[in-house]
């Protein structure tokens, strides 16, 4: 895996693209600059041999053309601050201006670009889109884990014009190497958390997981599909009727392959989708009429606490329930504490991105398990085993 750890940048022009896709509030304040801060660490390095870095992004999803609210610029100020460097910015991703400004750029400088989705190229993977960027630099870094899944001119496109003069970022290594742990050489027993809507969404995710996992957890909305594949009441609880079939499909083989797929024993239920309605526990497969589950219940909670605590290797991927609810969020907290024990008794664990990220963040355990991936989509089908544009741009060679 060639990283920017085997590149000298003294005197070059660093190609970067990174994932600057934060939240911004209505006056354009950064509200969590977590993905920026983990660019870092690879802009630094680049500075500090002697180069410079041209970085490239997207935020947000703005239509049809430019649009002030979506613009880079809103990020500038702070970018200077946690790089302490010197920030030149270009109000055009491509164009001359951002030729003359990437040219002139001195050592220890860097030059950030305005939003790539500025333009339509950018999403199609326009070759000649992508040449333009691609005159900026002398190496390219990838360091966007979380648009790594995207055939894009700045994720995979643009790499085919820098021969091997091309690596991953610290991010994308970090990614790649902790994936890979789990997925390739898990210690034993592996403990697998599932959770959020739907089974379709994490179909194959379950197929790939059942070749390597000893148990799986079920949780969130999709557990009810299972529960009523098994013949259970579930009252109003998130249901996929034409995935009950698959569900019996994936139960027959996680039993044939010896792995223990495990549903919630009970549920906390509420008689609407609402924080301050009614509230009941019952066993899962036995939900009242007008009542649908919204969490796990404390015999469930007990369980996979149990097993979490017992596992070497810990993928977690997907809340419990709706945890945004505070009636609703003690089956998440529960699996994110029991998570940051195991790994404070040497297990090996990893949270999927997405929601299961906003979760242990929101319980302040960020800091207690192995690690966060910053990309729940691109992580997702990395454990699906697709072959990721972003990662396979970087490691095809050129001879």
Known sequence: ?????????????????????????????????????????????????????????????????????????????????????????????IGEDAISMAQSIKPGEILLLENLRFYDEEKSGDADFAKKLARYGDIYV????????????????VASSFGNQKCFGYIMANEIANANKVIAEPAKPFVAIVGGAKVSDKLLLLENLMQVADTILIGGGMAYTFVSALGGKI?????????????LELLEKAKAK???????????????????????????????????????????????????????????NGPMG???????????????????????????????????AAAIKQFGLKDDVSYVSTGGGALLEYFEGKELPGIAAINAVVK
């Open 322 to 356: 709706v945890f945004e609810f505070s009636n609703f969020e003690n089956g998440t907290k529960s699996v994110a504490h029991a998570v940051a024990d195991a790994t404070s008794k040497g297990a090996f664990t990893l949270i999927g991105g997405g929601d299961s």
């Open 142 to 157: 990838n360091d966007a884990f979380g648009t790594a899944h995207r055939a894009h001119a700045s994720t995979s496109v």
């Open 1 to 93: 895996m060639q990283t920017v750890d085997q590149f000298d940048f003294s005197g070059k022009k660093a190609l970067v693209r990174v994932d600057f896709n934060v939240p911004l509030n209505d006056s354009f304040d950064i509200t969590d600059d977590a993905r920026m801060m983990a660019a870092v660490p690879t802009i630094l390095k680049i500075l500090k041999d002697g180069g410079s870095a041209i970085l490239m992004s997207h935020l947000g999803r703005p239509k049809g053309g430019p649009n002030p609210a979506f613009s880079l610029n809103h990020l500038v100020d702070h970018l200077g601050k946690i790089t302490g460097a010197h920030i030149h910015f270009a109000s055009d991703c």
């Open 235 to 247: 009252g109003t609880s998130l249901f996929e009727a034409d995935r009950v079939e698959l569900a």
């Open 258 to 316: 010896g792995v223990k797929l495990t549903l919630p024993a009970d549920s906390v239920c509420a008689d609407g989708f609402t924080n301050d309605g009614g509230l009941l526990t019952c066993s899962s497969d036995s939900i009242k009429d007008g009542w649908m589950g919204l969490d796990i219940g404390p015999k469930a909670v007990e369980a996979y606490v149990s097993e979490i605590l017992n596992a070497k290797t810990v993928l977690w």
